[in-house]
Each structure stands twice: as C-alpha cells, then as structure tokens.
C-alpha cells in the first residue's frame, strides 16, 4: 500500500506524523497491493491535493484513515474508488455525506496513536520547561520566533524539525504549550500537556477558513473548547510588507508580538485538556481501525 499526505518543501511535524505512526504501528503496510492508497493525517481531502497525486484515477483504491475535508465551498466528487473507513472530525463527516448521500463515520484524529508506538510506552520525561512555544511551520520565517521566546522565558519549539520523537520529548517536557500548529495542539492533548491555542501567522498560508474549520473539526471530535489568543497579524500588514522593505521591519514584528503576549497575562486557566476517559475510547477506536487495515493488507 501507499501513504499519502502533504510533503512540502521543509519538514513538518504534523504531516511527518504519518510516516512515523506507520512504521512503527505497521511496518509492513509497503507491502501489498500496490494500487492501494493511504490518506491518514492531514487536512488533504481536496481537489488540488487529488490531482496532484494522480488520485482521482478509478484504478486506484483510495482508504481515508482519518483525513479532513480542507475546502468546504468546494468538496471533491468522490466515487466507488473512495473507501471512507473514518474521517477526522463531525465536520469532515458532514461534508462528505451531504455529497455521497450516505453516512460517514468520524472518530478523531489519527495523530492520538502516538500513544500506541514503542516510543510512547517507553517515554519517561521530567518537567524542565515552563511554557513551551510551537508556532506554524510556515510561520517560522515571518519573524524571529527564538528571539521571542528568549525574551518572554519560553522554551522554543521548531516544528521544522525533522526528528518527530525530539519534538515530541519537547512536548512532555513542558509544563504547558502554546501552539499555532494544530498537530502541536494535538499531540500536546495525547501526552497530557495543557495546551493554548494562538493565532498569528499559519491563516496567512492556508488562508482564514481553512485554519478555522480544520482546528474546529478536530475540536468538536474531543469535546474540546474553542478558545485562541490571536496576535492580531493580518493579510493586508504582508502585502504591505510584500511592497515596501524596512531594515527595522523584523524587530517591529518581533516587539509587537512579545508586547501583545505579554498584554494578554497568560494564566494556566488559559490552557485545556481533552477528558481522559474520552481520549481512551478515541484512541482505542483508532487503534482498531489500524488494525482492521492491517488485515486489508494480508
């Protein structure tokens, strides 16, 4: 079988989630028929991303694990190629059946069955930082992100880094993380982090909409609430920025930032967790999704 999902030109940690889970929860999953396709984590239910992978091609199988919808106003037409064992969220879901007329199941997403790999059953971490801090990956050369959290006594996490298992050992490491990265958010929420969403940059990538229904559907699978900071960048700032270089522009950025953060008096009743009992059950369901998979795969 084959593993589809986004592949950009830097590491990501979300997206790298995939190949992780899978080698070490289904080693042998390249076995197989080989016109079988994988769609696990990853906001990629799209037309742009099917075309660009040659999915829309009959001949070949398509199994959604755990995928999300990424343009509401422009929802794919699948057909009979399209086997939707689960999607990610309630809204995914939704979409999806309004356009297949039939019912789609949802769970959560995938990205909780780091709780099933070797490296979570064997991970012993202590506390050594107060507030960790995981902006986008696509936000990372919009400022000086080190620079922030130096000045605010936060611990930096780069979500560019390629070793999924040293971010992740970041992450239990903290006492608390705020993120823009919505796979930050989640495996935060996996390894009992308190977590706070921000809001800078990333909706400047991946434009407003998407950022927000893709965090809302995976928040309305957990039960989880939404609440975010928003350091108030907008488009019309980078296009402004886009037209007219100033030497001073990235301390500007940079102070504005810090400022606003520290404007806001981040307390822990800022910071959530998804229930405990709730997060068993999710994990367990997508556990045996995998496994049911791996018997497709025989």
């Known amino acids: 079988m084959n593993l589809c999902y986004f592949k950009g030109d830097i590491p990501n940690f979300g997206d790298d ?3 992780y889970i899978f080698n070490h929860l289904m080693p042998n999953y390249k076995t197989g028929n080989s016109n079988v396709y994988i769609l696990f984590i990853g906001t990629i239910l799209s037309e742009a991303f099917i075309n660009d992978h040659n999915l829309g ?18 929802v794919p037409q699948f057909d009979y190629s399209w086997d939707f064992h689960f999607v990610r969220g309630p809204l995914s879901s939704a979409c999806i059946q309004s356009s297949l007329k039939k019912e789609i199941k949802y ?14 059953k064997q991970l012993k971490a202590d506390k050594k930082y107060d507030i960790s801090f995981m902006p986008h990956f ?15 006594g936060y611990h930096f996490i780069d979500p560019s880094e390629p070793d999924v298992e040293k971010i992740m050992l970041q992450i239990k490491q903290s006492k608390c993380l705020m993120t823009e990265a919505m796979h930050g958010a989640i495996i935060a929420d996996a390894l009992r982090v308190p977590w706070l969403r921000f809001k800078c940059f990333s909706h400047l990538h991946e434009q407003n909409y998407v950022s927000e229904f893709k965090w809302s559907d995976w928040l309305y699978s957990m039960g989880l609430k939404h609440e975010n900071i928003n350091l108030e960048y907008s488009r019309y700032i980078r296009e402004f920025e ?27 009743d800022n910071f959530q967790l998804s229930d405990s009992k709730l997060l068993e059950t999710k994990t ?15």
Request: aromatic share 8%.
């Open 17 to 19: 989630l995939n190949p």
């Open 107 to 120: 769970i959560t997403d995938p990205g909780y069955l780091i709780l099933k790999t070797p490296f979570y």
């Open 284 to 298: 367990e369901e997508l556990e045996i999704q995998l496994k049911e998979l791996i018997k497709f795969n025989l």
């Open 138 to 152: 696509r936000s990372l050369n919009q400022v000086n992100w080190k620079a922030i959290c130096d000045e605010l």
């Open 242 to 268: 886009n037209r007219v270089k100033l030497f001073k522009l990235d301390n500007i950025k940079k102070n504005k930032i810090i400022s606003k953060i520290k404007e806001l008096n981040i307390s822990s």
């Open 57 to 74: 091609n009959k001949d070949l199988k398509k199994i959604v694990l755990g995928s999300g919808i990424r343009f509401i106003n422009k």
